[in-house]
């Protein structure tokens, strides 16, 4: 006999059993005949239709553009991309990784694998931004590695982030059950910390990123987050939330929303309270960003978190106060990338989809003839 860890031969649930994404039995078959989770499994092949390469875009450019940009402009974009290439940096070793333990869905298998491969290449994609974009690139690397407050606003999360990967480590040497509760609650709450990583600090950042590609500037960087956006905006908060969903029908994930309902809460007001505080940041010693405002930023960022809150079903504190109009109406346009209609001709075109035709005609013989 195999090690069940390795291949359960004696699984038995592959048509009932419990409906939880995470405590099945040991997996065996990679099963696509029985499709309990349809929506994830349906993510996970959009995901593979939005595929492109990090060497897609030509940076070069930007290299005279950091040169003869306003300094201002030029540091608040190095400072942006301390953040998206850590927070990506991080996202891409603590999805599939840390959470491989506690599977036991095969469509979840396959859309982590995915998406980690996605963040993967988002996180090559900022390093080759730098890379191509500066004369040296590792004075750029330690001056990135030197925004403290970019650290900073990775803290919220890092904990539980932290927690789940300690625990899914003894949950695959034997030193856990998967059906406790406690083990289960590690797997629940990575899902909700990466939930609030990808719509709230992940489109906070965005903005500052479009905001320059607005006025024309950095547009080569510009472009490729847009393809990075689309990722996140389509695929990665959606998987998020249809996790959760279907967690939150069974007892388990009652159960773990219940009993760390505080501690989510404290996470999302610290994590909401950095991302203010990192607006503060951007705009010290009068440093501005063009055609945007402190308090329309800040706005922003608090009805990219209104989401959250209204998704996990927690009251949003009264100090936040979301705009009822969209704070930030250019993101309307650079969050739907088919909105953008340029020709290739006049920019890098991030507008396709890769294995979205079927030849369906296989054996069909044509009355006409040709």
């Given at each position: 006999?195999l090690p069940?860890?390795?291949?359960?031969t004696?699984?038995?649930?592959?048509t009932?059993?419990p409906v939880?994404?995470f405590i099945?039995?040991d997996?065996?078959?990679?099963?696509?005949v029985n499709r309990r989770?349809?929506e994830i499994?349906?993510?996970?092949?959009?995901?593979?239709?939005l595929?492109?390469?990090e060497?897609?875009?030509?940076?070069a450019?930007?290299n005279v553009?950091?040169?003869t940009?306003?300094e201002?402009?030029?540091k608040?974009?190095?400072?942006?991309?301390?953040w998206q290439?850590?927070?990506?940096?991080?996202?891409a070793?603590m999805?599939?990784?840390?959470?491989?333990?506690f599977?036991?869905?095969?469509?979840?298998?396959a859309?982590?694998?995915?998406?980690?491969?996605n963040?993967v290449?988002?996180?090559a994609t900022y390093?080759?931004i730098?890379?191509n974009s500066?004369?040296?690139?590792?004075?750029?690397?330690?001056?990135?590695l030197?925004?403290?407050?970019?650290?900073l606003?990775?803290?919220g999360?890092?904990?539980?982030?932290?927690?789940?990967?300690?625990?899914?480590?003894?949950?695959a040497l034997?030193m856990?059950?998967?059906?406790?509760q406690?083990?289960?609650?590690a797997a629940?709450k990575?899902?909700?910390?990466g939930?609030?990583?990808e719509r709230?600090?992940f489109m906070?950042?965005?903005?500052?990123t479009?905001?320059i590609g607005e006025?024309g500037a950095?547009?080569p960087?510009?472009?490729s987050?847009?393809?990075i956006?689309?990722?996140e905006?389509?695929?990665?908060v959606?998987?998020?939330?249809a996790v959760?969903?279907n967690?939150l029908q069974?007892e388990?994930?009652?159960r773990?929303?219940?009993?760390?309902?505080?501690?989510?809460?404290?996470?999302l007001?610290?994590?909401?309270d950095?991302?203010?505080?990192?607006c503060?940041?951007?705009y010290?010693?009068?440093?501005h960003?063009?055609?945007?405002?402190l308090?329309?930023?800040?706005?922003w960022?608090?009805?990219?978190?209104r989401d959250?809150?209204?998704?996990?079903?927690?009251?949003?504190?009264?100090?936040y106060?979301?705009?009822?109009e969209?704070?930030?109406?250019?993101?309307?346009e650079?969050?739907n990338?088919?909105?953008?209609q340029a020709?290739?001709?006049?920019q890098?075109?991030g507008q396709y989809k890769?294995?979205?035709?079927r030849?369906?005609?296989?054996?069909?013989?044509f009355a006409?003839?040709?």
């Amino acid at each position: 006999m195999l090690p069940s860890n390795v291949f359960n031969t004696a699984k038995s649930d592959y048509t009932d059993g419990p409906v939880s994404l995470f405590i099945g039995q040991d997996p065996g078959l990679f099963d696509t005949v029985n499709r309990r989770h349809p929506e994830i499994w349906k993510l996970y092949k959009t995901m593979k239709s939005l595929d492109w390469d990090e060497i897609e875009f030509d940076f070069a450019p930007c290299n005279v553009e950091f040169k003869t940009r306003p300094e201002g402009m030029a540091k608040t974009m190095i400072a942006t991309l301390a953040w998206q290439w850590e927070g990506d940096s991080v996202a891409a070793r603590m999805l599939l990784p840390v959470m491989a333990p506690f599977i036991t869905s095969p469509e979840l298998q396959a859309a982590y694998g995915r998406v980690t491969d996605n963040e993967v290449l988002h996180a090559a994609t900022y390093s080759e931004i730098v890379r191509n974009s500066f004369d040296n690139p590792n004075e750029v690397l330690e001056e990135v590695l030197s925004v403290k407050e970019a650290m900073l606003r990775l803290k919220g999360i890092t904990k539980i982030m932290s927690d789940s990967y300690r625990i899914s480590h003894e949950l695959a040497l034997g030193m856990r059950r998967r059906d406790e509760q406690s083990t289960y609650d590690a797997a629940f709450k990575l899902v909700v910390a990466g939930l609030i990583l990808e719509r709230i600090q992940f489109m906070a950042s965005f903005a500052v990123t479009f905001a320059i590609g607005e006025v024309g500037a950095f547009m080569p960087i510009a472009k490729s987050v847009q393809k990075i956006a689309q990722d996140e905006l389509e695929i990665h908060v959606e998987l998020g939330k249809a996790v959760l969903r279907n967690e939150l029908q069974t007892e388990w994930g009652k159960r773990a929303l219940e009993g760390n309902y505080q501690e989510l809460v404290d996470v999302l007001e610290e994590v909401v309270d950095s991302e203010l505080s990192w607006c503060d940041f951007l705009y010290k010693d009068g440093s501005h960003l063009p055609g945007v405002t402190l308090k329309s930023l800040k706005g922003w960022v608090m009805q990219c978190a209104r989401d959250v809150y209204a998704f996990l079903g927690i009251q949003m504190p009264a100090k936040y106060n979301p705009p009822a109009e969209l704070a930030l109406p250019f993101m309307k346009e650079w969050m739907n990338i088919s909105l953008t209609q340029a020709s290739p001709q006049e920019q890098q075109n991030g507008q396709y989809k890769v294995n979205t035709t079927r030849r369906d005609d296989e054996g069909v013989v044509f009355a006409d003839d040709f």
